[in-house]
């Protein structure tokens, strides 16, 4: 099994959507500025030796500019997004192409880790995604209770939707899907476990960076469920205690620099 990290863009955000309390006023200092931060889309290839070639997460649309709302571009703006980013080049830069795609799995359905799935529009695949962030996702659209994060153009019926149940999905071999509620109520972390290079877990936006896996630092306006994030905090930790697992979090631009400097994990 190869693990291939793909660097789909950059965004750019006041960093109070990823850290609770950045920027916040205190008696001593009344007017801080809002700190704002780069950060990476990131979503990974595996070749799997009986599953094939799997997606986890496929970044933005490539035509984000017109697809996402006009408030969402000014909140969570794409600063980068060069030819290299776009997922079926970065695939190729891998060594790999959009038709060797034999699965995507979706660790939630926001329009940053989603919305990529235009490029896979009319090839028959499945698509994996927890059942209970499938239903959040629709629900959260069509009544816009939490429109922004998701938005309805990959929402659609037209593809091969195959909802996965229960908190511990072994979906192939050395290939486990985690349930992370916290940032949505049924985010997929996935841990691999890889012959050479160990365990990798991949949380997605259970930790947008570092800070928050490492200083406990809870996810800021970007929080949905505070204890259950904080559950699931423990939980990751627990893994990777115990399997010495590398971390790779949803959004961190230097963790994902860092372990780049390879060109796949095996
Ligand atoms: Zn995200």
Request: aromatic residues 10%; without cysteine; proline residues 5%.
């Amino acid at each position: 099994m190869k693990l291939h990290l793909l660097d789909l863009g950059n965004i750019e955000y006041d960093e109070g959507f990823a850290l609770a309390g950045a920027g916040v006023s205190t008696r001593s200092d009344p007017n801080p500025a809002s700190p704002r931060r780069k950060v990476a889309i990131i979503a990974a290839a595996i070749e799997h030796p009986k599953a094939g070639v799997v997606l986890f997460d496929t970044g933005a649309a490539p035509n984000f500019a017109e697809l996402w709302p006009p408030p969402v571009q000014e909140l969570f703006a794409i600063t980068h997004y060069g030819d290299e980013n776009r997922l079926d080049n970065a695939l190729a830069a891998a060594g790999l192409g959009l038709d060797d795609v034999r699965a995507v799995v979706l660790s939630h359905l926001h329009l940053d880790h989603a919305g990529g799935l235009e490029f896979l529009r009319g090839r028959d695949l499945p698509v994996y995604v927890h059942g209970d962030e499938l239903r959040n996702a629709f629900y959260a659209v069509a009544t816009r209770e939490d429109l922004g994060a998701y938005i309805s153009h990959y929402l659609d019926f037209s593809f091969d939707w195959r909802p996965l149940h229960g908190d511990r999905i072994e979906l192939f071999d050395g290939f486990l899907l985690h349930r992370l509620p916290g940032h949505t109520p049924a985010l997929l972390g996935l841990q691999l476990e890889l012959a050479n290079a160990g365990t990798f877990f991949l949380t997605s936006d259970q930790f947008h960076l570092r800070e928050n896996y490492e200083q406990g630092q809870p996810l800021g306006w970007l929080l949905r469920d505070h204890a259950a994030w904080w559950r699931s905090h423990r939980f990751v930790r627990q893994v990777a205690e115990r399997t010495g697992a590398r971390l790779v979090f949803g959004h961190d631009a230097d963790v994902l620099a860092e372990l780049k400097r390879e060109p796949y994990y095996d």
